[in-house]
């Protein structure tokens, strides 16, 4: 059976985008609009909340996953940083 999400490229690439990863804001509802293969340890989700975009890091431990997320942008801004995370220029 093949993936059908998407994969993050292993490695940084050159002049790499360091995204800052904070714990998960409580109280708003979520929304999921994309995300990546779960077939590896570390999972990205593209997320919706309050009419903001965000990105959601979940590493997928045996004994508890560990999430994180970004900042919040307006919703075109996260959908840009989401499509470099996809390329690897963004980690």
């Not at 993050?8 to 360091?18: F, I, L, M, N, T």
């Not at 990863?21 to 309050?50: H, I, N």
Request: hydrophobic letters at 35%; glycine letters at 8%; one cysteine or more.
């Amino acid at each position: 059976m093949s993936c059908v999400s998407p994969h993050v490229p292993d490695g940084r690439q050159s002049g790499c985008k360091k995204l800052a990863w904070f714990k998960p804001s409580d109280g708003a509802r979520v929304r999921v609009l994309v995300w990546t293969c779960d077939c590896l340890a570390m999972v990205y989700e593209l997320c919706q909340a309050g009419g903001q975009g965000f990105i959601r890091r979940t590493l997928q431990n045996e004994d508890a996953p560990e999430i994180r997320e970004t900042h919040r942008w307006p919703l075109g801004q996260a959908r840009e940083i989401w499509a470099t995370l996809l390329t690897g220029m963004a980690r």
